[in-house]
């Protein structure tokens, strides 16, 4: 399990984030649908976490600005520590003094596929996912490529460009900041 991390940053006394201990339900279909969850994270600075469901955990990234509709805006995204699956419908507050405190909400959520068929692990470790949205607000093709040089675990989230491409797309938050 690679959930080390993140209960490491956490005292679960203390935070209702969920400690991951929980045994996801297995589903019997073979073809299980992938999920994902952006989050709106409004902790000492405003992120969006971009989460996706891949190999029993929450793989995550943290995007600063926000995804986008737009093929033009390359979006910073920073690879955080993978989180339970139960954390994809986490919302409310984490209180002072824990990790990340702040109001979270639930901004978009969906499913996704591979783009082409493969292991979307081999395509993290290959510093490059192409894959679909199935959601309300992210709809399409989105690639995630990982900056070579960079010190951190950085990556750039980049709407594909495609019939739901929107230029000029403006991210609306759910809370007031
Ligand atoms: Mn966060």
Redesign the pocket.
Known sequence: MSLETYRKKRNFDKTREPSGDRKPARSKTRAKKLRFVV?E?H?SRL???FRLEMDGVLK?W?VPKGPSMDPADKRLAVM?EDHPLDYIDFEGEIEEGNY?A?R?AVWSHGTYELKEPGEAVQQLEAGKLEIVLHGRKLKGEFNLIKLQRAEDDEWLLIKGNDEFAEPGWKLKTMLKQ
């Open positions: 989050q994270h902790a992120h969006f976490d995550s943290a955080v990340g702040g979270v």
